[in-house]
C-alpha cells in the first residue's frame, strides 16, 4: 500500500512558522521586516487556534526580550527578523547564552550593511551570527537549503535550543524564504521533539546553574514553585552575580564545553557525490542549490566534482573538511558575501590544498554558470 502524502506548496518563511508550531513553540514575539515577515504573518493567525500566544513588539529588542521571558516561564519562544532587527537583538543574544535560556531566533539574511537591500538576498550575517555579541560565548547557527530542509531545521534548531539550554538562530536567506517549493509534510506526532530537563530536587535544593557532567543544568520554570536568579552578569551555581575568579572561569568554560562536547551531535552537512571528488565546494543556504547543480553538471563534463554543504554553520564543521584533506585537490567556497565561510574553511584546512573564492555582493544570487567558470581546470 502506498504511503499516502501530505502535500503542500509552502514557501521557506512558511514551512519555519509550520516547523515551530510542529517543534511545540507556543510563543512568539517579533516586529515585522523585510523579508522575514510571512513567519509572524501565519504564527499570528495559527497560535491563537492552539492556545498560543503572538504579540507584535515596538521593535526587535523588545522582541528578543520578550521570547526570552516566554521561555523563563516554560514555554517554547521564537522570533524572526532580517539584517538591521538581527543587529538589534545581539545583546540579549548574549544575555540569553549567558543565562542559558532557550530560544530560537530567525534571521532570513538581506543585503547590507544597515538598510542595504531590503528585497533580495544576502547571506552576510554569518560572522554576525557567530560574534555579533560580545565575550566568548556560545552559539549554534543552522542553515536550511530548501523549503522542505526549513521545518525540518526549525524543529531542530528547538531540539538543540532545549537540549543544550542555549540560543539557536536559523539563517535562511531571501531566496529560501521566499521560494514556492512542494513539500511532504511529515506527520508532526513522528517527530522527535525535545523538551529541557527539569529539575529532579525541591525547590529549596535547586541550583540553576549547576555545573553538571554534561554542561547542562535543570531548568526550572518560573511559577513551578522554584524561585531563582537569572542574570547576564558572572554568577555562580545560585544565578547571583560574583567576582570570585573560580567560578566566572568554571561558568565561561562550561558554557563552551556543554557545546563542544557535543559538536558531533550538533554538526550536520551534506556530502553530495564527494566519493572521487578531487574538486570540492563548499557551500550553503540558496548559494548550496547553485552548486548542487553545477555539481551535476560539472560530473556531465567528466569533472569529478563534488558537494559539501553546511547545514549546520556553528559549531563550524572544521572536522568534516579536515576529512577530506588528502582527497581532494582544489576546493571552492561559494557564498553571498565576501569571504565570511571561506576564511573558515582556509583555517581547518591549514593550507592542505588551495581555497577559491567565489563571492557575490550585489543582490543577484550565484548561478550554476558561475560557479563551474569558478572551477579550476
Known amino acids: 500500500m502506498q504511503e499516502e502524502k501530505n502535500i503542500r506548496v509552502l514557501t521557506g518563511n512558511e514551512a519555519c512558522a509550520e516547523g515551530a508550531l510542529a517543534a511545540g513553540m507556543r510563543f512568539y514575539a517579533g516586529y515585522p521586516i523585510t523579508p522575514s515577515s510571512e513567519v509572524a504573518e501565519v504564527l499570528a493567525v495559527e497560535l491563537p487556534k492552539i492556545g498560543g500566544v503572538f504579540i507584535q513588539m515596538e521593535d526587535e529588542i523588545a522582541s528578543i526580550g520578550a521570547i526570552i521571558g516566554g521561555s523563563l516561564a516554560g514555554v517554547k519562544s521564537m522570533t524572526a527578523t532580517s ?24 534571521n532570513v539574511m538581506r543585503g547590507g550593511p544597515s538598510t542595504g537591500l531590503p528585497t533580495l538576498p544576502a547571506q552576510g550575517d554569518v560572522m554576525q551570527a557567530r560574534w555579533g555579541t560580545h565575550g566568548d560565548h556560545p552559539i549554534i547557527a543552522l542553515a536550511p537549503f530548501s523549503v522542505a530542509e526549513t521545518f525540518a531545521l526549525t524543529v531542530r534548531a528547538f531540539n538543540l535550543s532545549e537540549k543544550y539550554r542555549t540560543p539557536v538562530i536559523l539563517l535562511l536567506d531571501e531566496i529560501i524564504g521566499h521560494v514556492n517549493e512542494k513539500v511532504n509534510m511529515p506527520d508532526t506526532t513522528a517527530l522527535e521533539i525535545i523538551d529541557r530537563i527539569p529539575p529532579a530536587v525541591a525547590p529549596d535544593k535547586y541550583l540553576p546553574y549547576e555545573h553538571t557532567e554534561c554542561g547542562v543544568p535543570p531548568m526550572a520554570s518560573f511559577g513551578q514553585g522554584y524561585r531563582f536568579h537569572v542574570t547576564g552578569l558572572a554568577h555562580d551555581e545560585t544565578g547571583f552575580p560574583t567576582n570570585s575568579g573560580r567560578e566566572i572561569g568554571r561558568l565561561i568554560e562550561r558554557l563552551h564545553r556543554k557545546i563542544e562536547q557535543n559538536r558531533d551531535d550538533i554538526v550536520e552537512v551534506d556530502a553530495f557525490m564527494m566519493d572521487d571528488a578531487e574538486t570540492a565546494l563548499v557551500s550553503f543556504g540558496s548559494t548550496a ?16 566534482v563534488g558537494l559539501l554543504r553546511l547545514k549546520t554553520l556553528w559549531p563550524f564543521a572544521d572536522k568534516e573538511i579536515r576529512a577530506y584533506a588528502g582527497q581532494i585537490k582544489n576546493w571552492v567556497v561559494a557564498e553571498m558575501n565576501l569571504g565570511q565561510m571561506a576564511h573558515e574553511v582556509e583555517w581547518a584546512l591549514a593550507g592542505a590544498a588551495p581555497v577559491k573564492r567565489l563571492n557575490k555582493v550585489d543582490g543577484d544570487p550565484i548561478s550554476p554558470a558561475e560557479i563551474l567558470q569558478a572551477l579550476p581546470e
Open 83 to 106: 539584517g538591521p532587527g538581527f543587529s538589534l537583538m545581539q545583546e540579549n543574544i548574549g544575555f540569553a547564552a549567558m543565562a542559558e535560556v532557550p530560544c530560537v531566533i530567525v
Open 289 to 304: 542549490r547553485s552548486a548542487r547543480h553545477a555539481v551535476r553538471l560539472a560530473r556531465e563534463a567528466g569533472k569529478k
